[in-house]
């Protein structure tokens, strides 16, 4: 008999979403965090440095799952647009919502505001238990069941061990799932800015030949920056004063939205790809950064996991019971083989974006510049953007 259908392991945003995903399918879930957790929204007009740029697919599922409404909409940003250039061109991409007709092409939202809209729709789920302050010591697995041991010597079976407990999963380790992984020799120096024009709802990015500089619209008129610079580079701008780290923003950024007039504290992380090689281990499953995780760029990270959790809940519904291996195995499948392609393309975007041949640069700005010509093609992409930001 089990304690529960389904164990989580990790509470953040993706492993929230999982749990109030399979509670609502029916499931009994009990959810483990070894971090305590948010209570209430946090008060205050400080915007939280941690930001994420959610797909209209992932609010889609977010609102399915009655956490979108639980957020505050004063402190949601629309993104209406895209505006990516290099610097080394002078052809522009120009992607707006309103070319196909959509109202937006993603949402600027706090990752601790997301992460307290889930937590209160779990705690309107009666059949989730949610254990915070353990880690894991053990986990035990037959042909019949999974068992998860804490640190205080708690154990909980289930009939499915799903883990979205990050890039340094403590599931992947002791389950012995192993990883590819590789270093780009980044970091991204993040901040929040405010600019002497206002960033009129637009995402913008400049490519540079050290790592591209994304602006993200806040819903205080500021602009989240994400520079993911080479790590040399990353080295200097750590290293500089505000008024100077304001002047580097503004010159790589081309003044486009005048300039640099206040920036937050700095903080950066290095920029790493990983995939576990198996997703799926007897009856543990790895989602989330858990099991993939991908250069910033495009803004993938977090929908990807979302898509995790939305294909998963297809999956177990159509099997009807909360461990079917056949059907897990397709879930593997199809969401690795995605997010395999998410990591090789952004891969060699940043490399292709860090030529400085100036006949491959031409050649590059050509090729820019007749998709910015064609409709048919910008629609594709704006489409694409709609699902993923990607």
């Not at 707006?96 to 705690?123: C, D, F, T, W």
């Not at 999963?169 to 405010?194: E, F, K, T």
């Not at 819903?219 to 004063?241: F, H, K, T």
């Not at 010159?251 to 992380?269: D, K, M, P």
């Amino acid at each position: 008999m089990f304690d529960h259908d389904i164990v989580v392991v990790g509470a953040g945003m993706v492993g929230a979403a999982t749990a109030l995903a399979m509670a609502r399918a029916g499931w009994r879930v009990a959810l483990l965090e070894k971090q305590p957790l948010l209570a209430e929204t946090p008060r205050g007009d400080d915007i939280d440095p941690r930001v994420s740029a959610i797909s209209p697919a992932s609010a889609g599922l977010l609102h399915t799952l009655g956490a979108w409404s639980m957020l505050d909409p004063t402190r949601i940003n629309d993104i209406r647009r895209m505006r990516v250039w290099h610097e080394h061109g002078s052809s522009e991409l120009d992607l707006k919502a309103e070319q196909v007709g959509a109202p937006r092409l993603g949402y600027m939202v706090e990752n601790i505001h997301l992460q307290s809209a889930l937590l209160k729709a779990l705690r309107n789920q009666a059949s989730v238990r949610l254990v915070t302050g353990v880690s894991l010591s053990a986990i035990e697995q037959n042909a019949d069941s999974v068992s998860v041991v804490t640190d205080c010597g708690q154990r909980i079976t289930a009939a499915l061990l799903v883990a979205a407990d990050g890039r340094g999963s403590a599931v992947r380790r002791m389950l012995n799932m192993g990883q590819h992984s590789g270093d780009y020799q980044q970091r991204a120096i993040v901040a929040h800015v405010r600019t002497e024009r206002p960033h009129q709802s637009i995402a913008w990015q400049r490519f540079l030949s050290t790592g591209p500089l994304a602006f993200l619209p806040l819903w205080d008129g500021r602009s989240s920056i994400v520079w993911s610079a080479d790590n040399p580079l990353a080295d200097e701008l750590e290293s500089l004063a505000d008024d100077a780290f304001r002047q580097q923003i503004e010159r790589a950024f081309e003044s486009r939205l005048g300039q640099v007039v206040e920036t937050t504290a700095r903080a950066s992380f290095p920029l790493q790809w990983h995939s576990a090689r198996r997703w799926l281990a007897g009856r543990a499953l790895l989602i989330g950064d858990a099991a993939h995780g991908v250069h910033p760029l495009a803004g993938q990270g977090v929908n990807l996991g979302f898509g995790d959790v939305d294909a998963l809940a297809q999956y177990l519904a159509d099997s009807r019971q909360p461990y079917q291996y056949l059907a897990l195995r397709r879930f593997e499948r199809q969401r690795k083989a995605e997010t395999a392609t998410a990591t090789q393309l952004f891969t060699a975007l940043k490399h292709v974006f860090s030529i400085r041949d100036p006949w491959f640069c031409r050649a590059r700005d050509i090729g820019m510049g007749l998709i910015d010509r064609r409709n048919a093609v910008k629609s594709g992409l704006i489409s694409k953007a709609l699902r993923n930001l990607a």
